[in-house]
């Protein structure tokens, strides 16, 4: 049998061991501690956090799906619990979660994992590499932890009731996750019947919204729409893409301004497609809008949010720059390629690229809902923008792999027809002053740091 490896990490934690605790306790935890360069999914809860209650999750070991089932036990209230694998990918695998009180308003949380590789010996040789994986996990997982409770602090309220749209996509599926362990009840809107009273029925292209379930609302993130980039746009695409977003946006912004007591705030998302391709022109929110097909989709976007302004809700537009999360969207789609050393700049590599971290992404979004003072546009990506070329040497840098494989912009059109010129090799050069200035700090304020905290690296 292979020998028991053992990783330790101690981190102080600025609330008392008892709310560290709770955080942990709550729906969105695992969610949130679960590294997004991992494909981890939570398929079933039993029970709590509590002796015996267990946790069954599914990981893709390459192209691979495996099942981990962990169970609970040693809880100890307010202190710590142990999670053990009785199914799974290690030989063995113990997870000692502990919360030291370090005064009123500060507690140490101590990670310490001991496992041994699968296959016995044979298994043995792939430690070294499975070290520097826990290693990586729970660095991130104190980062998250530490984040999160600093966010909550920066907006303590009574829990609120939040219904979020689209909040099985990337972006969605993390705030969702995010907002429930600052103790937020959630509720999804989905195109199918209810199953719980979680979620919120609604089908947007037939104008039906269960608005009876909106009643007690006290805030609303409108993220649902087509995806862009996905595959090439044809007639019919394009109006999908549309609709999805105007018919959506349209329907909800009716049905919260009519209700006799509308939520206070809807946050709903748009693009910094709304610019157009600008080259190397600073853009804010005040700034010129473009008149290509995203332009004119993002301000129509935008425009369908109208009722409910005029009914008094406070209204914000994320202008969301490109989120970077190997969970999903274009940086999941490079990956590939630049992992096997054959990634490279786009085009000329000259246009900007105004990207954000998934982190900071919901971060802005928990702000937008949180933020009285904050309604209209607001642009969302890193303070320090960065062109293409210099984009690829970071990622490059990042992997520890070469970067020097360009893709002619011709190629592009060749592959994706329009889609490329208005979204591949678009500039756009965000200022995120405005979100600075209403009191955002930056988790990861340029695309080196958000790769290496996205990444694990």
Same mark, same amino acid.
């Given at each position: 049998?292979? #020998?028991?490896?053992?990783?330790?990490?101690?981190?102080?934690?600025?609330?008392?061991?008892?709310?560290?605790?709770?955080?942990?306790?709550?729906?969105?935890?695992?969610?949130?501690?679960?590294?997004?360069?991992?494909?981890?999914?939570?398929?079933?809860?039993?029970?709590?956090?509590?002796?015996?209650?267990?946790?069954?999750?599914?990981?893709?070991?390459?192209?691979?799906?495996?099942?981990?089932?962990?169970?609970?036990?040693?809880?100890?209230?307010?202190?710590?619990?142990?999670?053990?694998?009785?199914?799974?990918?290690?030989?063995?695998?113990?997870?000692?979660?502990?919360?030291?009180?370090?005064?009123?308003?500060?507690?140490?949380?101590?990670?310490?994992?001991? %496992?041994?590789?699968?296959?016995?010996?044979?298994?043995?040789?792939?430690?070294?590499?499975?070290?520097?994986?826990?290693?990586?996990?729970?660095?991130?997982?104190?980062?998250?932890?530490?984040?999160?409770?600093?966010?909550?602090?920066?907006?303590?309220?009574?829990?609120?009731?939040?219904?979020?749209?689209?909040?099985?996509?990337?972006?969605?599926?993390?705030?969702?996750?995010?907002?429930?362990?600052?103790?937020?009840?959630?509720?999804?809107?989905?195109?199918?019947?209810?199953?719980?009273?979680?979620?919120?029925?609604?089908?947007?292209?037939?104008?039906?919204?269960?608005?009876?379930?909106?009643?007690?609302?006290?805030?609303?993130?409108?993220?649902?729409?087509?995806?862009? *980039?996905?595959?090439?746009?044809?007639?019919?695409?394009?109006?999908?893409?549309?609709?999805?977003?105007?018919?959506?946006?349209?329907?909800?912004?009716? *049905?919260?301004?009519?209700?006799?007591?509308?939520?206070?705030?809807?946050?709903?998302?748009?693009?910094?497609?709304?610019?157009?391709?600008?080259?190397?022109?600073?853009?804010?929110?005040?700034?010129?809008?473009?008149?290509? %097909?995203?332009?004119?989709?993002?301000? *129509?976007?935008?425009?369908?949010?109208?009722?409910?302004?005029? *009914?008094?809700?406070?209204?914000?537009?994320?202008? %969301?720059?490109?989120?970077?999360?190997?969970?999903?969207?274009?940086?999941?789609?490079?990956?590939?390629?630049?992992?096997?050393?054959?990634?490279?700049?786009?085009?000329?590599?000259?246009?900007?690229?105004?990207?954000?971290?998934?982190?900071? #992404?919901?971060? @802005?979004?928990?702000?937008?809902?949180?933020?009285?003072?904050?309604?209209?546009?607001?642009?969302?990506?890193?303070?320090?923008?960065?062109?293409?070329?210099? %984009?690829?040497?970071?990622?490059?840098?990042?992997?520890?792999?070469?970067?020097?494989?360009?893709?002619?912009?011709?190629?592009?059109?060749?592959?994706?027809?329009?889609? @490329?010129?208005?979204?591949?090799?678009?500039?756009?050069?965000?200022?995120?002053?405005?979100?600075?200035?209403?009191?955002?700090?930056?988790?990861?304020?340029?695309?080196?740091?958000?790769?290496?905290?996205?990444?694990?690296?």
């Amino acid at each position: 049998m292979a #020998a028991e490896t053992i990783v330790e990490r101690t981190t102080r934690v600025p609330c008392s061991a008892a709310e560290l605790y709770a955080w942990h306790q709550r729906p969105g935890a695992l969610e949130r501690l679960a590294p997004p360069w991992e494909r981890v999914r939570v398929v079933s809860r039993t029970g709590g956090l509590e002796n015996g209650s267990t946790v069954v999750l599914e990981l893709e070991v390459g192209p691979v799906p495996v099942r981990w089932v962990a169970r609970h036990r040693d809880v100890l209230p307010g202190r710590g619990f142990t999670d053990e694998q009785v199914e799974g990918p290690f030989g063995s695998w113990t997870h000692l979660h502990e919360m030291i009180p370090a005064g009123p308003d500060a507690a140490d949380l101590h990670e310490r994992i001991a %496992f041994t590789a699968p296959f016995g010996a044979l298994g043995a040789i792939a430690t070294g590499a499975l070290t520097h994986s826990v290693e990586r996990l729970l660095a991130y997982r104190h980062a998250v932890i530490v984040d999160d409770v600093l966010a909550h602090q920066r907006h303590p309220s009574r829990p609120r009731h939040i219904a979020i749209s689209g909040a099985t996509g990337t972006i969605g599926t993390a705030l969702s996750a995010f907002l429930s362990t600052g103790g937020h009840r959630i509720s999804r809107l989905v195109r199918r019947s209810s199953r719980s009273p979680e979620e919120i029925q609604w089908d947007p292209a037939a104008a039906r919204i269960d608005r009876e379930a909106l009643r007690d609302v006290d805030a609303v993130v409108h993220l649902a729409g087509e995806g862009i *980039a996905d595959r090439r746009w044809s007639g019919d695409r394009k109006r999908a893409i549309l609709d999805s977003r105007v018919q959506g946006t349209r329907l909800l912004a009716e *049905a919260l301004a009519g209700l006799d007591r509308p939520p206070s705030v809807l946050v709903s998302a748009s693009a910094m497609g709304i610019y157009g391709d600008r080259g190397d022109e600073l853009l804010d929110e005040s700034s010129r809008l473009g008149s290509d %097909f995203l332009a004119t989709v993002c301000q *129509a976007w935008e425009a369908a949010a109208e009722p409910a302004a005029a *009914a008094g809700i406070r209204v914000v537009h994320p202008r %969301f720059g490109i989120v970077l999360s190997p969970a999903g969207g274009a940086l999941a789609k490079q990956l590939p390629a630049f992992r096997a050393g054959v990634g490279g700049p786009i085009g000329s590599g000259r246009q900007w690229m105004s990207g954000v971290s998934l982190h900071d #992404a919901i971060g @802005a979004l928990h702000h937008a809902l949180f933020t009285p003072a904050l309604r209209g546009p607001v642009n969302v990506a890193c303070p320090e923008p960065v062109r293409n070329a210099e %984009f690829t040497r970071i990622l490059g840098r990042v992997l520890r792999r070469p970067a020097l494989v360009p893709v002619p912009a011709f190629a592009l059109r060749l592959l994706f027809g329009e889609l @490329a010129d208005a979204a591949l090799l678009a500039s756009q050069r965000l200022s995120a002053a405005a979100l600075m200035r209403s009191g955002y700090q930056f988790r990861q304020p340029t695309i080196e740091s958000a790769l290496r905290f996205e990444l694990g690296r």
